[in-house]
């Protein structure tokens, strides 16, 4: 269940879940789950070399944490619970992708920016 003790704006942490077509559950934590999902698919570079055979992903669900190290702390307990066990965890999971992406995506340099003043 998503922490509602803060704002989504102030950079939380989230903890997300895919499923890759295989079938197969992928999960990880990042600042931005709708960057991070595009990364795992390929659209942007830095995804996982798990999800690179098994393209594409889908997001199932995602959680909020104040920070870094309690969204480590809960992806280290929700990867020990079994198939059956993550599936009715992500029943009460935020499933829809965050409205707020507090990292803003990189950008390709332009002729313009390249060009010396």
Known sequence: MID??????????????????DGSLYTGICK????????????????????QGRRPVQLLAWQAFVDQSAALQAELRFKKLSRPQKLAQLSHW???PPLASPEPEARPPTAESDAAP
Request: aromatic residues 12%.
């Open 4 to 21: 509602n003790r803060f704002d989504l704006n102030r950079h939380p942490w989230f903890l997300y879940c895919l499923q890759c077509q």
């Open 32 to 51: 931005s789950v709708v960057r991070r999902v595009r990364q795992h698919n390929g659209e942007l570079a830095g995804g996982a070399k798990y999800t």
């Open 94 to 96: 935020q499933t829809s």
